[in-house]
């Protein structure tokens, strides 16, 4: 009986695809009015969260993230949802990246790279970045244990535009491999998730400490791949404009957490930013540090916030793509 409702799930999420974009938006409409006022899904972490991220916010700017976020996180769903019936060409409406060269030099240049990202506006459809790379890009994935139905199906979208998934734990040598020519690889991580809870990099982020996956530093120390963090921004409902920002070039000559760090630091501006787009709905402080946990001091001066700021400034202006 499970594994037949898991299949029915899928089969009408499929069907729900083929509805237009006004249609799905106005269910999203509806959506978000049961599961802010009526369920209220994940209220309490989701209040709890932005509580503890922004100690200095009133309970009223606390209520209006707070319902930004629900009108954002179903938007999202139905965008995601649409993604099953979405070609490159369709896509390429939605979702513009902004300096793609700053990556493909790299192509040429015989050298890998490591993209991070983070749950920030429609990760999903950041798949159809592989359109305009000349790397061939691996996204890696959290295995879905209990639902395999699930993890196929999600999985198949985000390969339809030529990307491969590639599951957490096989990431790291896949990682290692990323300089193998002749086609190079771009390892794609959504890496603000939360790790298991004996992760051993842990800082602050948003007022609490934090911990991090070690992977994204140990990957590029080996390698000593360029590291790049990849902005969604929101232009309007429905379509996104990416940029990319050069975390480091040199990675191996950067100490021992300059990696994380940077990725931190930048993630943290943009979350300050426009708070509503991020995914507040995850327990992403479950776990508390131990004692033996290094807590590692996080960056007195951001080397990015110029240019993050400026970022934010310039994507803003942008009225549609």
């Not at 006022?37 to 309970?59: C, M």
């Not at 491969?164 to 771009?186: F, Q, V, W």
């Not at 327990?283 to 807590?295: A, G, N, P, T």
């Not at 001066?301 to 549609?320: A, G, H, I």
Request: charged residues 25%.
């Amino acid at each position: 009986m499970k594994t037949f409702g898991q299949k029915l799930t899928i089969a009408f999420l499929k069907a729900l695809s083929y509805l237009p974009f006004l249609v799905l938006y106005l269910l999203s409409d509806i959506f978000y009015v049961l599961v802010f006022y009526v369920i209220g899904y994940r209220k309490k972490v989701v209040f709890q969260n932005l509580k503890n991220a922004f100690p200095e916010k009133s309970e009223k700017e606390i209520n209006e993230i707070s319902r930004k976020y629900y009108r954002h996180f179903c938007d999202i769903t139905v965008e995601t949802l649409k993604m099953h019936r979405l070609p490159i060409e369709q896509m390429r409406k939605h979702v513009a990246f902004k300096n793609p060269e700053v990556l493909n030099r790299y192509f040429h240049e015989n050298k890998g790279i490591i993209v991070l990202c983070a749950h920030y506006n429609n990760w999903e459809w950041n798949s159809s970045v592989q359109s305009i790379l000349d790397h061939s890009l691996l996204m890696v994935y959290s295995p879905m244990k209990s639902n395999p139905y699930m993890e196929k199906y999600m999985v198949g979208m985000r390969e339809q535009y030529g990307a491969k998934g590639t599951p957490m734990n096989l990431a790291p040598r896949a990682g290692l491999s990323i300089n193998s020519g002749p086609d190079y690889n771009l390892l794609w991580l959504a890496a603000d998730q939360t790790p298991p809870s004996g992760a051993q990099y842990w800082t602050t982020f948003l007022n609490q400490e934090t911990p991090f996956f070690s992977g994204p530093q140990k990957i590029a120390s080996k390698t000593d791949s360029p590291v790049f963090y990849h902005h969604i921004h929101k232009v309007k409902r429905g379509q996104y404009l990416v940029e990319f920002i050069e975390i480091n070039s040199n990675p191996k000559n950067d100490g021992k957490h300059g990696v994380l760090l940077d990725y931190v630091d930048i993630i943290e501006q943009v979350i300050k930013g426009q708070p509503e787009y991020w995914l507040w709905s995850h327990r992403r402080w479950k776990h508390k540090r131990k004692d033996d946990q290094e807590l590692i001091p996080r960056n007195k001066y951001p080397k990015f916030e110029k240019q993050v700021d400026r970022m934010l400034k310039e994507l803003r202006e942008v009225k549609s793509i």
